[in-house]
């Protein structure tokens, strides 16, 4: 699992309220990212991160915000949780021209 | 729009048959990766082909890479039951080494015993 530990790997919250998904990593990672996945769309990117404090936009990144104050530390943030945001979320890290490592999954169900 | 789009969306075949799952991009790319996942679980890196390779092999697995046509395919050989699993392709395209990495929709094969 390349020391990759997302927490938490479950959870079920209600509309309007503000959630943190956490990736933590050990192995000194340049890139860290966060996907969604839901059926019929592969994994879609929210966020990532080139360094500590260097965040930028993926294609899906309306409602999410992230924030990277250690290299080991990726944080990602649903302001007010919307039913449209349930889904499995998944932490990658790599280096650069490298594969990626994925995280075991967040399974976010907001009701 | 996803960088990578996957081919087909679904595959089914017979133990010991082959299976080719192929991935189309748009712009540019620095490398082309692909992966795999088996239901519930988070995605396995298979093989990492660059920009200025035309095929890979890995065990039972080739991939072939043509950036003249903006294409990438894995062949899986002489296939197993073990093999039933979801392939997805990404692309690492950005050019300011920012690390974007964008997946495709993935290949969902079955292999039948």
């Known amino acids: 699992d390349a020391g990759i530990t997302q927490s938490p790997r479950h959870k079920v919250t209600e509309t309007g309220t503000p959630v943190t998904l956490r990736c933590h990593q050990t192995e000194n990672h340049r890139y860290m990212y966060w996907y969604r996945q839901d059926p019929g769309h592969g994994l879609r990117l929210i966020h990532y991160?080139?360094?500590?404090?260097?965040?930028d936009k993926g294609e899906v990144s309306d409602g999410y915000s992230v924030s990277r104050s250690k290299t080991e530390d990726f944080l990602l943030t649903l302001e007010s949780a919307t039913s449209s945001q349930t889904s499995v979320y998944f932490c990658?890290?790599?280096?650069?021209?490298?594969?990626?490592?994925f995280g075991q999954g967040t399974r976010l169900t907001v009701v | 729009s996803q960088q990578g789009e996957e081919d087909p969306q679904a595959l089914s075949i017979q133990e010991g048959e082959n299976a080719t799952m192929n991935c189309s991009y748009k712009?540019?790319?620095?490398?082309l990766q692909w992966y795999r996942q088996n239901s519930g679980r988070g995605l396995v890196h298979l093989i990492l082909?660059?920009?200025?390779?035309r095929e890979k092999h890995s065990g039972r697995l080739r991939v072939t890479l043509d950036t003249s046509k903006k294409s990438s395919s894995l062949l899986i050989t002489a296939s197993r039951a073990a093999d039933t699993a979801s392939y997805f392709c990404a692309t690492d395209s950005d050019s300011s080494n920012t690390g974007k990495l964008i997946f495709g929709q993935g290949t969902t094969l079955q292999v039948k015993p």
């Open positions: 712009t540019s790319i620095n490398n």
């Open positions: 990658a890290v790599r280096s650069m021209n490298t594969e990626a490592f």
């Open positions: 991160s080139y360094g500590v404090k260097d965040t």
């Open positions: 082909i660059r920009s200025n390779e």
